[in-house]
């Protein structure tokens, strides 16, 4: 097992287009979170899944944003309408039995 | 939610000497992990010590639950050690970890 996998590592796009980020997590892991993180910043918490079913959910998160689980393995987060304030780091962990969270290696968005 | 202080925000080292990095958090906690964020954005599992002291090679961690606050001790550090480093406690129903804005760490040959 190689740990939590994040594609594209890189993402560049115009404003306005829509774009999709996939993680696959460790392969027992029954938790994925979604993180972003700016500048001189720590991660931020945008969105909790418990197998399929996605529990909560920032406020972070607006009517851009939508994220997936469909079988309880990989996820999606999917961003429409990009504005250049959506440029960050998004980062996905999963986590198991004990709860400690292990992060992939993020996805680096810059709307240009 | 919860509240994550970290402290220093900024420290500077000369290799080899020995640094502890202090973080506070507002509420209880069932768990807490300690990271480093490498320059390529990696975060790197440390700790995962919700109370206690653990020791890893020249790293080590202590935290005091009932007094809500854990420590990394950094011991004859190394180049490599530089980064950013990360105080994650988590809470709630479903454990998310809570950052703050962690301790830049840069370490001087």
């Known amino acids: 097992d190689t740990g939590v996998s994040q594609d594209p590592r890189h993402k560049i796009t115009k404003r306005g287009q829509n774009v999709t980020f996939r993680c696959d997590p460790i392969?027992?892991?029954?938790?994925l979170y979604w993180y972003r993180q700016t500048l001189g910043q720590g991660p931020e918490f945008l969105t909790y899944?418990?197998?399929?079913?996605?529990?909560?959910k920032s406020r972070l998160l607006s009517d851009r944003f939508s994220a997936e689980r469909p079988k309880g393995s990989f996820s999606t987060l999917e961003i429409q309408r990009t504005e250049q304030g959506d440029s960050a780091m998004y980062l996905c962990?999963?986590?198991?039995?004990?709860?400690?969270?292990?992060f992939g290696q993020g996805t680096r968005l810059t709307v240009v | 939610g919860i509240q994550v202080e970290q402290s220093p925000p900024d420290l500077i080292l000369q290799e080899g000497a020995n640094s502890t990095l202090r973080c506070n958090f507002s509420d209880s906690v069932n768990n807490l992990q300690w990271f480093h964020q490498n320059p390529w954005g990696q975060l790197i599992n440390l700790f995962y010590?919700?109370?206690g002291t653990k020791q890893n090679g020249r790293l080590s961690a202590t935290t005091v639950a009932t007094e809500r606050y854990s420590l990394l001790y950094i011991s004859s550090s190394q180049t490599t050690d530089s980064g950013v480093y990360f105080c994650?406690?988590?809470?709630?129903?479903?454990?998310?970890?809570?950052f703050g804005i962690g301790t830049k760490l840069q370490v001087i040959p």
């Open positions: 994650a406690p988590a809470s709630g129903g479903y454990q998310k970890v809570t």
């Open positions: 010590i919700p109370s």
């Open positions: 962990a999963s986590s198991w039995v004990r709860f400690e969270a292990f």
């Open positions: 899944f418990q197998n399929e079913a996605q529990l909560e």
């Open positions: 392969s027992e892991h029954n938790r």
